[in-house]
């Protein structure tokens, strides 16, 4: 039985062993995606990105988008995500499309990023306007070996008609559907041997335009964070995603007959743990990116090891709540950017890869009927149920994924009164995302929720939120 290819790449790093098999027409193509700047695995990724060159040198290197955004020591240079672009650039990706988190610090930080990356940017379905200099493409063809290749970019949009991004962070950038665009540029299919989306929408999202648009081989996705990890066809369309945070990456491979017809495709993943080298070249530069001493002080220290998000959604509320004095803290699900933690010194590293966003502290004098409402909105639009302080609440979900007969319940245990008004507290972008209804337009409290975070340390400079649980879907 013939090994896996990945089984092969952590054992001969590139030994040549398949230069005896019969020469076929294939196409390679790695993929990675939701990076998050995890620049400390990039030298592992540079090094077997080496190797499968060695096999394949016309291997084509795909990012699905979310480069940047959980680690400071890229997020927080003088130009946010150089450390990144460097790093892409050194390894010699051939193309990215862009994540939500892209838009992290607005559209003029993401017209550096593009500037300075020797590779290009496709999305088909974002413009910008002509002042923000943004070069990108909607697509991208390439000649490998006689065959024709096209690629098609396209990103997630949300309710609001945005990606997942703060909509303050939008200026000058507009959005349609990727199923209204992606028709638009299926002429590309009569001219390519191969039609690939790569896409940043989510791996239902991407099931979904696999089921819509036959036309295309394969889709190479991001977004939600999931591990393919065997060839997954829906409608004769391969979809694959590689996780997250540089720890997977995928190998497509693509087999063509004489007349350059595509009679094959499969996809494996590469855990990049098992590779045994790290590049020297890119090592020595996540050295010198690390070496930033700023990021090193100690703030505080966790007691126990923390193993579930909810728990470090509880710490971020407590700390935005004992910062602002309000009576009540919500903090949404994707505003926590890990859900373990173990046991150690905390550094300003720590507090701003748990919360990289710099969101405001946004304080509302809310009814418990509008507090019901919010949370109901919350969770229809972000990935889960919002995390709290001040309260502790409970609820169903109905057949559609609603959120119905939810309970708030105050610290001495009665009931939250839907007629009676509480001060409440949440960031800046559940502030002008969830879109609830509320009399009370909110006010900033011009600090920051990873502020916040500094601040509650000094007070509490040891933290035990192993088993907190407020939250609970009945």
Not at 79 to 108: C, R
Not at 210 to 239: C, Q, W, Y
Not at 261 to 267: E, F, L, Q, V
Request: include cysteine; hydrophobic fraction near 40%.
């Amino acid at each position: 039985m013939r090994k896996s290819f990945a089984a092969i790449l952590v054992v001969t790093m590139a030994l040549g062993l398949f230069s005896c098999q019969p020469k076929v027409s294939k196409l390679y193509v790695a993929s990675i995606n939701d990076m998050h700047a995890n620049i400390d695995n990039m030298p592992l990724l540079a090094s077997a990105v080496d190797s499968l060159r060695a096999l394949y040198p016309d291997m084509l290197l795909f990012s699905a988008g979310d480069n940047r955004t959980g680690n400071p020591i890229n997020d927080r240079t003088p130009h946010p995500a150089t450390p990144m672009v460097e790093l892409m650039n050194a390894i010699g990706f051939d193309l990215s499309t862009f994540g939500n988190h892209e838009w992290d610090d607005g559209p003029q930080a993401l017209s550096y990023v593009v500037e300075h990356s020797k590779f290009p940017y496709i999305c088909a379905n974002v413009s910008f306007d002509d002042t923000l200099g943004i070069k990108h493409t909607p697509y991208k063809t390439y000649e490998i070996n006689g065959l024709k290749i096209g690629v098609i970019g396209v990103i997630q949009i949300g309710e609001n008609g945005l990606p997942d991004f703060h909509p303050n962070k939008a200026g000058g950038s507009h959005f349609r559907p990727a199923t209204e665009v992606i028709p638009e540029y299926l002429s590309l299919r009569k001219e390519c041997n191969a039609l690939f989306l790569l896409t940043h929408c989510g791996f239902e999202e991407d099931v979904e335009l696999a089921n819509k648009f036959p036309e295309v081989d394969a889709i190479f996705g991001g977004h939600s964070h999931t591990l393919v990890d065997s060839t997954r066809l829906f409608n004769g369309v391969m979809v694959t995603q590689a996780m997250n945070r540089v720890n997977y990456l995928t190998l497509s491979t693509f087999t063509f007959d004489k007349e350059g017809k595509m009679i094959d495709k499969k996809s494996e993943v590469i855990p990049l743990k098992k590779v045994t080298t790290r590049k020297p070249e890119v090592q020595a530069m996540v050295d010198q990116y690390n070496s930033n001493s700023v990021f090193a002080q100690v703030v505080g220290y966790n007691d126990v090891a923390v193993d579930c998000r909810e728990c470090l959604g509880s710490f971020m509320t407590d700390a935005a709540m004992e910062l602002t004095g309000a009576q009540m803290a919500f903090q949404n699900y994707g505003g926590v950017r890990f859900d373990t933690l173990s046991v150690r010194p905390l550094t300003l590293r720590d507090l701003f890869s748990l919360d990289p966003f710099d969101n405001e502290l946004i304080l509302f004098n809310l009814t418990g009927q509008e507090i019901i409402d919010f949370l109901a909105v919350s969770k229809a639009t972000d990935y889960d149920a919002n995390f709290c302080s001040g309260c502790t609440y409970s609820y169903k979900v109905d057949d559609e994924g609603n959120m119905t007969d939810c309970k708030v319940v105050m610290p001495n245990g009665k009931p939250m009164e839907l007629d009676k008004t509480y001060k409440v507290v949440m960031n800046s972008y559940m502030s002008s995302a969830f879109d609830f209804p509320h009399e009370d337009p909110g006010t900033t409290s011009f600090r920051t929720s990873n502020e916040a975070l500094v601040a509650y340390l000094k007070n509490h400079p040891h933290i035990d939120y192993s088993n907190t649980h407020r939250v609970v879907e009945r």
